[in-house]
């Protein structure tokens, strides 16, 4: 089989999180994204982003600049 006879694999939205933080956002395939550890978000709405925060199973944005998070 060539490349041109390979079959496009569809991409999707995925988020690279590091202590419950998302650290980077990446357009990848399933299978890349697998090897990665990344987490599929595309499906989510809101769609977070880089340095939303998970608490439980939500996620939240970020403190806007200059506000104090409560502990």
Do not use: C, K
Request: glycine share 10%.
């Amino acid at each position: 089989m060539t490349i041109e006879e390979l079959p496009e694999e569809p991409t999707h939205v995925y988020a690279r999180v590091s202590g419950n933080v998302i650290t980077n956002v990446v357009v990848a395939t399933p299978s890349f994204a697998a090897t990665q550890g990344y987490l599929r978000i595309d499906s989510l709405s809101p769609q977070p982003g880089p340095g939303w925060t998970r608490h439980g199973g939500s996620w939240q944005p970020p403190a806007p600049p200059g506000s104090v998070q409560p502990d």
